[in-house]
Nanobody, 126 residues
Framework: QVQLVESGGGLVQPGGSLRLSCTNS????????MAWFRQSAGKAREFVGV???????????DVSDSVRGRFIISRDGAKNTMYLQMNSLKPEDTAIYYC????????????????WGQGTRVTVSS
């Protein structure tokens, strides 16, 4: 089965950087679409970015308009890990960040994903 574990969150000052990791400790997935979502206190879960790969190769990725130019999705095939590199962080980026495996439907909808990690908390504050 698929089992996702996020890590890398923490406290960072505005303008700083963090790199979040999402590791699949379960079965190997030759073809996969995975995404990052985030959820702030009192708000709905928000789409952050999506990645697509085949046979271990990340061939395309995209992020939401709110983080475009600051966040980058990448993958380390040897470690079976997807990363979210977060640069120029802002206080509004404060949230719990989740990774998920796509099932079907619209990429930006959380209901389109059937596997979720436990989340990692990011706090951007001076």
């Amino acid at each position: 089965q698929v089992q996702l574990v996020e890590s890398g969150g923490g406290l960072v000052q505005p303008g700083g950087s963090l790199r979040l990791s999402c590791t699949n400790s379960g079965r190997t997935v030759p073809t996969s679409t995975m995404a990052w979502f985030r959820q702030s206190a009192g708000k709905a879960r928000e789409f952050v970015g999506v990645s697509h790969w085949r046979t271990g190769v990340l061939y395309t990725a995209d992020v939401s308009d709110s983080v475009r130019g600051r966040f980058i999705i990448s993958r380390d095939g040897a470690k079976n890990t997807m990363y979210l590199q977060m640069n120029s962080l802002k206080p509004e980026d404060t949230a719990i960040y989740y990774c998920a495996v796509y099932l079907r439907g619209y990429y930006e909808s959380s209901s389109s994903y059937n596997y979720w990690g436990q989340g990692t908390r990011v706090t951007v504050s001076s």
